[in-house]
């Protein structure tokens, strides 16, 4: 069965203090794996798209890379502004253009 | 250039009424997604429109469906409204399969 998780479920850090989130999938056919940020009550915010293993994109204080089977996002001495939910979602050959979205992991950094 | 834009933002309805949102895509844009986003769950994929016809659906019952007029603007419709369709309501849109969706703000949905 094809499946999205991301783990932790939430995370809580302090500002400066660097970690890593996980999106783990299994599919068959990966066309693409996105990130997205959201805030509280607002639309998901396009960060990355990866589609090969061994790339890996990178944006601010945000390092994502991809293997076979997983993909995580790096987060280098946070501020306070990047608590949000960070959402991975996958799209496959068997979604057509769908995508797949996972739980999200919830990142609350503290000042 | 104009975002993805879902009116109203929130809406406040009893159980057993009917529903309609409403998502302009980004201009250029003919594909447009919706999701469900129910509090403290995931997004979960109701409706994928493009070209003015229906591609696909997710797992939800016939009560929710929509539509994509000529000038790719959406409808999301939901019939019999139940207690747990309380959500937020994602419409998405995108201009072609490599690239990732853009979303709207939601229309936050309260069934009481």
């Known amino acids: 069965e094809d499946q999205v998780t991301q783990s932790p479920e939430a995370l809580r850090l302090q500002e400066g203090e660097s970690s890593s989130l996980n999106c783990s999938y299994t599919v068959s056919g990966l066309r693409g794996l996105f990130w997205y940020r959201q805030d509280p009550g607002k639309g998901p915010e396009f960060l990355f798209t990866?589609?090969?293993a061994g790339e890996e994109k990178e944006k601010e204080r945000l390092k994502a890379t991809l293997t076979k089977k997983e993909s995580f996002l790096h987060i280098t001495a946070p501020k306070p502004e990047d608590s949000a939910t960070y959402l991975c979602?996958?799209?496959?050959?068997?979604?057509?253009?769908?995508?797949?979205f996972g739980p999200g992991t919830r990142l609350s950094v503290l000042p | 250039e104009a975002g993805v834009t879902q009116s109203p933002t929130h809406l406040i309805k009893t159980r057993g009424q009917q529903v309609t949102l409403r998502c302009s895509p980004i201009s250029g844009h003919t594909s447009v997604y919706w999701y469900q986003q129910a509090l403290g769950l995931g997004l979960q994929f109701l409706l994928w429109y493009d070209e003015g016809e229906e591609r696909n659906r997710g797992n939800f019952p016939p009560r929710f469906s929509g539509r994509q007029f000529p000038n790719y603007s959406s409808e999301l419709n939901v019939n019999a409204l139940e207690l747990e369709d309380s959500a937020l309501y994602l419409c998405?849109?995108?201009?072609?399969?490599?690239?990732?969706?853009?979303f709207g703000s939601g229309t936050r949905l309260t069934v009481v």
């Open positions: 990866l589609y090969s």
């Open positions: 998405a849109s995108s201009s072609g399969q490599r690239y990732g969706y853009t």
């Open positions: 979602a996958v799209q496959a050959d068997n979604y057509g253009q769908n995508f797949v």
